[in-house]
């Protein structure tokens, strides 16, 4: 199970890139790029996933000589902040969307490339 | 001591709080920000002297009382104290740099402020990679808010671009660090370096995951388009505080990670993208115009260069920090300051920075700058630089030297261009500027700590006994009265160079060579200065940098160790620059010097490098063991030293350079300067010594190449219509005979090698004096448009005179003296073919000689000059005592040339000239100057007295009896008997003069930005593009690194 997520992770970051690369409308490279970060995410978590573990929350004390199988919080709180910056790094980037709009009057990628060289 | 921690507390509570506030508290926000940026200032700043001064312990600071990874870890050891200092100071001054663009877009503005410059604070404190991912993005964002401060459409795009690329670069970062927390269970970096990630090949993909986000985010060339045009777009406020904070603060980082790869060969991978940005991102700069750009690409070269050194720290070991951080130092406070400056002027062209002229302040810091980025003494980037090739070329690491000296040779070419346009580009009208207080001092502010870091690293490095203080301070107290008339200084200047040449004589005491070269020196500068005297005004800036020059040049004279040589060196390379660009047509001119003696002095560098490699020894006479590539050390120390001598090839700076000079500052650089570069060469073969089997190729070649100059200066000297240019072709002649002499290696060529130079700075001496006199008078360099002068000017004429039967070596003076020894040290040497090509070489010279003073002086008198009197006196001063020295030099020149004789007989086996009162014998015959003297005055004052005589019945030509005139008045010049006097030898000779080797360079110059050209067409503009290009970055950098390619 955990691999299929895995793989549903990678194949997300990889069409996000494909998206940010070969897309022409800026407001799907943004989604694309919501994509690519949120496949990040899924790989996180799953590699933190310990097979059959619990939640990382204990209501009892372990059994003494048991060693209870929980799944490691840590990659669980790294990949909420993980989501909060995603979700403001989206929120910049289309504000952007925006301005670059009210300039152009374009969605195109290609009329955005006044700097060059 | 206020805890680290309140950085953070500080500028976040602010920042919040500001969120806050409503349009009515705008005021209290203003205060409150730059309030709260001082107490992140005093904060760092604090820990860096308690550090410096109590030498403090490093502090660790868990927040919130848990251990990792439950809390953050932050750090404050030395390294950190000083990075927030310097990110603290830029944003501080930042702040008020652009406070009245920040109060206008309000509170948001100044909030998104406070959080860029926390975050870049926290970064480099932070021990914990998660946290370091966190406030690398929290970077990012508030970089991305503002960029947009501008409001303009090229803003909105550069913006776009970076959030993007840096979007993709932090999701790296963020796998790296889940796979690098799998693999070593913490958090922190130290326990993730300590996990040795790198080690195994599943782990390694962790390691190369956060290696590679991070070398992203520093811009490496061609993966940076993305950087570059943030740079470009956003307000220049805005690219200083990216280039000086954000850019220190990702090196530290940077450093900080490295370790995770500590192992095989990633540090050298590592180097080498850091070499490649450093090339190439100068290399594309070549051909850029907008001033933003262009710092852009100059910052991601410079942080290319320290990546380069930061791979490079094994090869380094402890020196690594010291030499980072004054280059850092350098590119933190230059880049600051440029970027404002930039700001202030508001220019899309390089070109237009020619308005700073009407700001000195601003353009003397703006030539600072420049100066620290290339590593000119004395900034803290010249100590660096030196002490990096040093220890490069001690470790055998040659190829890296080839890479820094290249790189930065090409940065040169496009900072010195800009500095040539901002002091001399002609403009119609100087766009106007302003320069408001809150901008002008966190301007100089910068130049402060420049100049401050320069004087602690100086300490730092005990490369203080390497400076010649007194003369330097003389320099400075010059520049302290430069508002004074120009008299006033010049008898500060004069009187101050006398004293220093009394002051150093007793020292010098038993060593001739260096006597000599005083005397030319300090000498031949009092005699230039009086001729100063005749300029009106205060001629703002000469004395400063004409003192700077002979600071330099009385340095390489007391120089000890290869340090104080280099050093010295590019004193002199620095004030000769200012003062050649003085000339109203020199920007060009000045140009191609200043690229002649960078290169010259890399290739000398390099040169010392190998010769301390070999010995371990900082002194000079560490170059006579080169152990190491010795005939390669030997060449480059040559052609570094024949790039101020002008020899062929490496010449065609000269002409253009001393002819457009000012009309007293043409003796200084040809009379006086030319011989720094003898000087080092003779430093060099008395080095190398007689039968140094590392050298017998190099000076038979440098022997052709003497002779061979010696015939195209002349040649080139003959085809003149600019009588200054004509004299700056007979310099590269007549030091072309200097350095076929002193190859020769043997007595007598060594003798007659002395006797041209001292020949030279005296007749070369009188006759720039003159004739740039006269120049001036007349108001035209062309010979064709003069004429007639014998009579209104006779002092000048017979000056000339005089300094021309020297120069064609015609018995009695001294010049005479020069030729016999030489032919003798030929006949000796057997170098018979080179020999010939000089002796027809001396030929020539009568036919350039005979049109200067024919041209000047004989023929009709022009129209326009009838009311013309004789050139000033304070010209003709330092020209007559000029002649009298020449005439007991040929009178008597046994009290000169005997004891020279004397100091080189120990060099050469052989001795084979007796000296007997006046009575020069050698094997092939003999020579009595003095008997000579008298004998061909005789002849001389009665040929005069018969002459005079005769001409009582001679009958008067009145000028228009054009039966008699060879010319006619008031026609075109072209009608001139002098204008192309030499069509026909052009046209059987023409072609050894050809401009073949200007040809070569300009198509060599042609050729490198035609490629910078080709190569920046990979910043197309498009953020897909950009994107593609580093991914690609990643794909090979992996499959160099881990795959094994």
Known sequence: ?117 | MVAPIYIIAIALGLAFTMGLFGKQLKNIAGVLFIAGLGSLTFISGQWLWNFMVNSAATEIIYTAGFKPPFAIVLQMGFEEAVLTTMINVAGLLGALYLFPLLDKKGNNAMMVYLIFIMSTNVAVMTSDIFNLFVFTEVESIALAGLILLTGQSKAFQAGMKYLIVSGISSGLLLLGIIFAYQFSGSLTIIDMINANLWAVKASSIAAFLLIVAFIIEMKPFPANGWGIDVYTAAHPGIGAMVSAAGASASLYVFYKVMPLVNGNDWYYFIALIGAITFVGSNLVATRQENPNRLLGYSSIGQVGFLMMILGLQDVLGERTLIISFSILISHYAAKAGLFWISGILNAENIKDWSALRKNPILLFLFGAFLFALIGFPPFPSFFGKWELIMTLSQTGNYSWIVVILVASFIEGIYLFRWLGYAIKLDHAQLPAFKTPWYQLIPIMSMGLILFGMSAYLTHVFNFGPAINYIPLLFVLAIFAIDFLPAYIKNTVSIAGIAYYTYYLWPSLENDLLRQIFIGIFLGGAILTLVAGYAKKGTRAGFYPMALMMFAGLVGLIEAKSMLQFFFNWELMTAGSYFLIIRGKRSMPHAYSYILFSIAGAYAILMGFGLAYGSQLNGNLDALSQISLLPALAYSLLAVGFMTKTASLGLHIWLPGAHGEAESDVSPMVSAILLKAGVFGLILLFLSIGVDNPNATTLLYVLGWVGALTTLIGNMGAVFQEDAKRLLAYSSIGQLGYILFAFTFMTHMGWLAGFTYTINHFMFKAILFLVIGGIVVKLGTHNMYEMGGMIKKMPFSFIAVLISIIVIGGIPPLSGFAGKWLFYNAVIEKGWYFQGAIIFFAGIVAFLYLFKLIYSVFLGQLKDNHRNVKEISAWILIPSYILIIGIMIFSAFPQYILQPISDMIAPHFQSETITWTGSLATTSLGYWDATTIMIVVGTAFMLLLGWLIWLSAKAQKVEQFNIVFAAERPFRPETTHVSYNIYAGYQKALGWIVAPGITNFWNTMSTNLLEFAGWTRRIYSGSIQNYTLHVILFIVVFYLISIGGL
Not at chain 1, 63 to 83: C, H, K, R
Not at chain 1, 100 to 117: A, C
């Open chain 1, 1 to 117: 199970m955990e691999y299929i997520i895995l793989i549903t992770g990678l194949a997300l970051i990889l069409m996000g890139l494909y998206g940010i690369m070969y897309i022409k409308n800026i407001f799907r490279i943004v989604i694309a790029f919501a994509l690519f970060d949120t496949g990040i995410n899924i790989v996180m978590v799953t590699i933190g996933y310990l097979r059959n573990g619990m939640a990382p929350i204990l209501d009892k004390m372990p059994t003494e000589g048991t060693t209870p199988a929980i799944v490691d919080p840590v990659p669980q709180a790294l990949v909420l902040t993980s989501i909060v910056i995603g979700l403001g790094v989206s929120a910049l980037m289309l504000t952007y969307v925006l301005k670059l709009y009210e300039d152009k009057k374009s969605l195109d990628i290609n009329s955005f490339k006044d700097l060059k060289w």
